[in-house]
């Protein structure tokens, strides 16, 4: 899967209660920065899918159907500064859109690209006490937010994802490897999708993946795997070129 939405820091906090009316802090970066950090030299390039994603989540004048009320910070606005001043509102819903350079056990290393091009390591976080208290779901489209690696010396680091539960936020939504920019606001778009006709098109595709990949073992077993693969690849490509001419939700699902 390319998602996690648990970790083993607190599995208690999945029984508590959540605010019935939700309102929401949204931070993005959408431009290209060059970070120079420790001797290193990063590039990132720009995400342009991050404008549109805030808006279509949070109510604004231009889009009074968004989901939730609250406050967005958007590249020069998103600083550290503002960062940690909006977390002490300390609303239920965060959500950071942006990239994150992971270093395995490297906590200088590793860190969240701020709007201003500045970065925001998982070492600073830590010093924050409670960075996400308050926050009950704390939800990271950036890349490898959740991975977690052993160290060269042996120690495993915090992801960012888990740092973030240990700094107080009940929740946790986050990628294991990088995801393609502006590809869920582009498929809104164009099909006309609510939020829970995505995560419907996603669950369908991750079960089947699943059940698929739990048969192929079956299958290898009685018919090789070399069959097994090139089954598996042309079903791959198959599917790829229905996609392309999908008109429809329905056809989606299919």
């Not at 290193?40 to 009320?69: C, H, M, Q, S, Y």
């Not at 498929?187 to 939020?195: A, D, I, K, N, V």
Request: include cysteine; proline fraction near 3%.
């Amino acid at each position: 899967y390319n998602h996690v939405n648990f970790t083993r820091v607190d599995k208690e906090r999945l029984t508590r209660a959540v605010t019935r009316a939700w309102t929401a802090t949204g931070l993005g970066t959408s431009a290209a920065h060059t970070v120079e950090l420790l001797d290193d030299k990063i590039t990132f390039d720009n995400l342009p899918g991050v404008g549109e994603e805030l808006r279509l989540l949070f109510k604004r004048r231009d889009n009074p159907r968004g989901i939730f009320a609250g406050e967005t910070l958007q590249d020069e606005r998103f600083t550290k500064p503002a960062m940690l001043s909006a977390l002490k509102v300390k609303r239920p819903l965060v959500h950071i859109a942006s990239h994150f350079a992971f270093r395995p056990g490297d906590a200088d290393r590793s860190f969240l690209l701020v709007g201003d091009g500045t970065a925001f390591t998982l070492a600073e976080m830590k010093q924050q006490v409670r960075l996400f208290e308050g926050v009950e779901l704390l939800t990271l489209s950036a890349c490898n937010t959740a991975a977690q690696q052993a160290g060269a010396n042996g120690r495993e680091i915090d992801a960012f994802a888990e740092l973030a539960q240990r700094l107080g936020a009940n929740s946790v939504m986050a990628t294991l490897w990088p995801v393609a920019d502006g590809s869920t606001p582009w498929l809104m778009r164009e099909f006309s999708l609510s939020y829970t006709q995505v995560g419907l098109l996603m669950t369908t595709f991750f079960v089947i993946s699943g059940v698929g990949q739990a048969l192929a073992g079956f299958a290898v077993d009685r018919v090789g795997a070399f069959r097994v693969l090139m089954f598996g690849l042309t079903a791959l490509i198959a599917s790829a070129l229905v996609l392309t001419v999908a008109s429809s939700y329905a056809v989606l699902l299919v």
